[in-house]
């Protein structure tokens, strides 16, 4: 009988990957649910200045002053309408990882969020010239006017200012230099800006001050979202985790600077769970319970165990190397869709560069046989997991290429060319193709893939960066 590549102590893998045949792969789930939830987006974005519309008799906007007016009000209703949808983007609703995943998510959160930014700064000027031009003031004077005169205009200005300072620091080279948990907890005051601008829009928005089903509706939009946010964030969470109730198992040494972390728990089998998909784990521990830091699992779910593999780049994935069995673990997920179920063909290329090994590595299993994986690492030993992907090789026919060296030797240049793929996957512009690693080596395959002749929608990108 074959044996599967297993730590030495650990706990034995499931019997499914010990067998020589090829488990079914798993079934494809088409991109629907993405396009509809866009389509309710596009949709939503031009409900919400469906009020203005409807209030605004026709042949009433003649002037400058009139149409500033108007376009501050317009941008005001966007501004409040993409504000929401930035909270319903980060309530981890069920519905909104299956169908977008969480890495894409985040994407869409990011590009939004400029909008956004955008949108508020647009209305803030706009109103404030439109206002001062009816008055005969300066806008400057005409914001003090506000500020102490209008009701709820004192928390309307701290939000815009808060979100400007989001903004700020969420700028790509911003972002880059600080600390994550400082940008993270500079980042949670957005929902502050939910707050503080929540009575300004009903005491001072022309279409939302009068009841009505404008003024009704866009009450309604608020509570689906925080009940949306309540239910991800707390309630899934909460259930997942006292119906599976992880712990740590075992740790198993996979190169000089990575860790396998193996956690067991209850009712595994009924975990739907995919291989590329990742969780948020909190290690409940002395200096780690604070921060939830997000994993990819490296193999396949299984009845038995789940499986982490970590490498070290900073204090807390340096923690976890000495994580003790039997730590509890708190894990919201799982999340992404970069996994063989969104496949669009039957065959795949697989790149991975250093820890990006993981997720793919732990789709491998699900996937149809005959798969071809191009692994970059720097040396032999960065290579991770080099045992059980030989073994996949053996047993389920993938063939894989183990690529050594540093981005500029002559060898990893050759094949990270068009001519150098095709060479390696002839039949490459007909496959799907998963990419995972850092993201400046991600944004190069997707290139050299492209011009390979890969169409757009069979590239699958998972950058470790949310
Ligand atoms: C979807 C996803 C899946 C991942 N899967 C794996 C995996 O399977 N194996 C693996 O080794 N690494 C994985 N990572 C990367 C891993 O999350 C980071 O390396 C780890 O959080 C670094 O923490 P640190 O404190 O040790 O390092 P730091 O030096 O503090 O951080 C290094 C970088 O990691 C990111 N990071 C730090 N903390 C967090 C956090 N709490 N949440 C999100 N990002 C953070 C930031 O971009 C930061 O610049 C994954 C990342 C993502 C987004």
Same mark, same amino acid.
């Given at each position: 009988?074959?044996?599967?590549?297993?730590?030495?102590?650990?706990?034995?893998?499931?019997?499914?990957?010990?067998?020589?045949?090829?488990?079914?792969?798993?079934?494809?789930?088409?991109?629907?649910?993405?396009?509809?939830?866009?389509?309710?987006?596009?949709?939503?974005?031009?409900?919400?200045?469906?009020?203005?519309?409807?209030?605004?008799?026709?042949?009433?906007?003649?002037?400058?002053?009139?149409?500033?007016?108007?376009?501050?009000?317009?941008?005001?209703?966007?501004?409040?309408?993409?504000? &929401? /949808?930035? +909270?319903?983007?980060?309530? #981890?609703?069920?519905?909104? *990882? $299956? !169908?977008?995943?969480?890495?894409?998510? %985040?994407?869409?959160?990011?590009?939004?969020?400029?909008?956004?930014?955008?949108?508020?700064?647009?209305?803030?000027?706009?109103?404030?010239?439109?206002?001062?031009?009816?008055?005969?003031?300066?806008?400057?004077?005409?914001?003090?006017?506000?500020?102490?005169?209008?009701?709820?205009?004192?928390?309307?200005?701290?939000?815009?200012?808060?979100?400007?300072?989001?903004? &700020? /620091?969420? +700028?790509?080279?911003?972002? #880059?230099?600080?600390?994550? *948990? $400082? !940008?993270?907890?500079?980042?949670?005051? %957005?929902?502050?800006?939910?707050?503080?601008?929540?009575?300004?829009?009903?005491?001072?928005?022309?279409?939302?001050?009068?009841?009505?089903?404008?003024?009704?509706?866009?009450?309604?939009?608020?509570?689906?979202?925080?009940?949306?946010?309540?239910?991800?964030?707390?309630?899934?969470?909460?259930?997942?985790?006292?119906?599976?109730?992880?712990?740590?198992?075992?740790?198993?040494?996979?190169?000089?600077?990575?860790?396998?972390?193996?956690?067991?728990?209850?009712?595994?089998?009924?975990?739907?769970?995919?291989?590329?998909?990742?969780?948020?784990?909190?290690?409940?521990?002395?200096?780690?319970?604070?921060?939830?830091?997000?994993?990819?699992?490296?193999?396949?779910?299984?009845?038995?165990?789940?499986?982490?593999?970590?490498?070290?780049?900073?204090?807390?994935?340096?923690?976890?190397?000495?994580?003790?069995?039997?730590?509890?673990?708190?894990?919201?997920?799982?999340?992404?869709?970069?996994?063989?179920?969104?496949?669009?063909?039957?065959?795949?290329?697989?790149?991975?560069?250093?820890?990006?090994?993981?997720?793919?590595?732990?789709?491998?299993?699900?996937?149809?046989?005959?798969?071809?994986?191009?692994?970059?690492?720097?040396?032999?030993?960065?290579?991770?997991?080099?045992?059980?992907?030989?073994?996949?090789?053996?047993?389920?026919?993938?063939?894989?290429?183990?690529?050594?060296?540093?981005?500029?030797?002559?060898?990893?240049?050759?094949?990270?060319?068009?001519?150098?793929?095709?060479?390696?996957?002839?039949?490459?512009?007909?496959?799907?193709?998963?990419?995972?690693?850092?993201?400046?080596?991600?944004?190069?395959?997707?290139?050299?893939?492209?011009?390979?002749?890969?169409?757009?929608?069979?590239?699958?990108?998972?950058?470790?960066?949310?």
């Amino acid at each position: 009988m074959t044996t599967y590549p297993r730590p030495a102590s650990g706990p034995r893998p499931p019997l499914r990957a010990g067998s020589h045949e090829p488990a079914p792969a798993v079934p494809r789930r088409g991109a629907g649910g993405r396009r509809l939830l866009v389509v309710l987006f596009l949709g939503g974005l031009v409900a919400s200045v469906l009020p203005w519309w409807l209030d605004t008799p026709t042949g009433s906007l003649t002037g400058g002053i009139a149409m500033t007016t108007a376009a501050g009000q317009i941008t005001g209703l966007v501004a409040g309408y993409l504000l &929401l /949808v930035q +909270v319903l983007m980060m309530s #981890r609703l069920p519905v909104l *990882e $299956l !169908w977008a995943g969480g890495e894409r998510i %985040a994407r869409w959160h990011r590009d939004v969020a400029a909008t956004l930014l955008v949108a508020v700064l647009a209305h803030t000027a706009l109103i404030l010239v439109g206002y001062a031009g009816l008055e005969g003031r300066s806008p400057l004077r005409q914001a003090g006017v506000m500020l102490r005169e209008y009701q709820d205009m004192v928390s309307a200005f701290a939000a815009a200012g808060l979100l400007v300072l989001v903004g &700020l /620091v969420s +700028v790509r080279a911003v972002r #880059r230099v600080l600390p994550y *948990e $400082l !940008w993270h907890a500079t980042h949670l005051a %957005a929902y502050a800006v939910l707050l503080l601008g929540y009575a300004h829009q009903f005491s001072n928005g022309s279409q939302l001050f009068r009841p009505g089903p404008a003024r009704t509706g866009w009450i309604a939009l608020y509570v689906l979202v925080i009940a949306a946010w309540l239910w991800g964030r707390v309630i899934k969470p909460l259930r997942f985790n006292l119906r599976h109730r992880l712990r740590v198992s075992d740790l198993v040494t996979e190169s000089p600077d990575a860790v396998s972390i193996y956690l067991t728990g209850v009712r595994l089998d009924r975990l739907e769970l995919l291989g590329g998909q990742f969780f948020r784990w909190r290690f409940l521990t002395r200096g780690c319970w604070w921060q939830s830091h997000p994993f990819s699992v490296s193999a396949a779910g299984n009845d038995r165990w789940l499986r982490l593999t970590v490498k070290v780049v900073g204090r807390h994935t340096q923690d976890l190397r000495n994580l003790d069995p039997g730590v509890r673990v708190w894990a919201a997920g799982p999340s992404g869709t970069c996994t063989a179920a969104h496949r669009t063909r039957e065959r795949a290329l697989l790149i991975a560069a250093g820890s990006g090994i993981t997720p793919l590595r732990a789709m491998l299993e699900e996937l149809p046989p005959n798969a071809a994986l191009i692994y970059r690492a720097r040396t032999s030993a960065d290579v991770l997991l080099r045992e059980e992907l030989d073994w996949l090789a053996r047993n389920r026919g993938l063939r894989v290429w183990y690529v050594l060296g540093s981005r500029g030797d002559p060898g990893p240049r050759q094949v990270m060319t068009p001519d150098g793929i095709r060479q390696l996957v002839p039949d490459v512009a007909r496959r799907d193709v998963y990419l995972c690693g850092p993201p400046g080596l991600v944004e190069q395959c997707r290139r050299v893939l492209r011009q390979a002749g890969v169409r757009r929608r069979q590239i699958h990108l998972a950058t470790f960066e949310l």
